[in-house]
């Protein structure tokens, strides 16, 4: 059973630029969420993906936007991006009704 | 508004000193309780769930409780193998997520 993957693992972008994080779910699940994580802090909920559709979204601008895929791969979309975006990104993926969430290893993105 | 609070910040022990982790919740109705283990750059690894109050659930060296307040991990002879940052996290029955609300965490340290 192969768990969730994440790439790039490292990114350093400019403010200002665009970036595109990617998500591979753990087999079976086709439920995926995005949270942030701030160095000392816990991981923010960003939103979650079903059935290819946004069901829920936390506290952030609309700069930071999703996709799901039919193989229920995820990517996160950051637009615009501002100093303070520099974190590590977590996608977790979960089975529909699960309560578990299965992390992936993160995209540490700096933004400078 | 659903929160979580952990304490200690930060807790150092021997290798062998057995201690307690807190985890405090306020939430307006909970689905579940969550323990996490995060070692440094990675991503969180999935410990326990509870449930109810009164549950208990054991891995290895780690016992988590619930109350209808607060959440304990208890932790027997720790070894050096054990530091990492411990995450609490809630989920709530409240709209169409299983989002988790963390705490910040605490960063445990085992000394041989």
């Known amino acids: 059973e192969t768990g969730v993957t994440q790439s790039p693992t490292h990114l350093i972008k400019t403010r200002g630029q665009q970036v595109t994080l990617r998500c591979s779910s753990q087999s079976g699940h086709n439920t995926v969420s995005w949270y942030q994580q701030a160095l000392g802090q816990g991981p923010q909920f960003i939103f979650q993906y079903y059935r290819e559709e946004e069901n829920g979204r936390g506290n952030f601008p609309p700069r930071f936007s999703g996709l799901q895929f039919p193989n229920y791969s995820s990517e996160l979309n950051v637009n615009a991006l501002e100093l303070d975006d520099s974190a590590l990104y977590l996608c977790?993926?979960?089975?529909?009704?699960?309560?578990?969430?299965?992390f992936g290893p993160g995209t540490r993105l700096t933004v400078l | 508004e659903d929160q979580v609070t952990q304490s200690p910040e930060a807790l150092r022990l021997q290798e062998g000193e057995s201690s307690s982790l807190n985890c405090s919740y306020t939430v307006s109705g909970l689905r579940g309780l969550f323990w996490y283990r995060q070692d440094p750059g990675k991503g969180p690894e999935f410990l326990f769930t509870?449930?109810?109050a009164g549950e208990e659930k054991e891995k290895e060296r780690l016992k988590a409780t619930l109350t209808k307040k607060e959440s304990f991990l208890h932790i027997t002879a720790p070894k050096p193998e054990d530091s990492a940052t411990y995450l609490c996290?809630?989920?709530?029955?409240?709209?169409?997520?299983?989002?988790?609300?963390f705490g910040t965490g605490t960063l445990l340290a085992v000394q041989p």
């Open positions: 977790a993926s979960s089975l529909p009704l699960g309560n578990e969430q299965f």
């Open positions: 996290a809630v989920q709530n029955y409240g709209g169409a997520t299983n989002k988790l609300i």
């Open positions: 509870l449930y109810s």
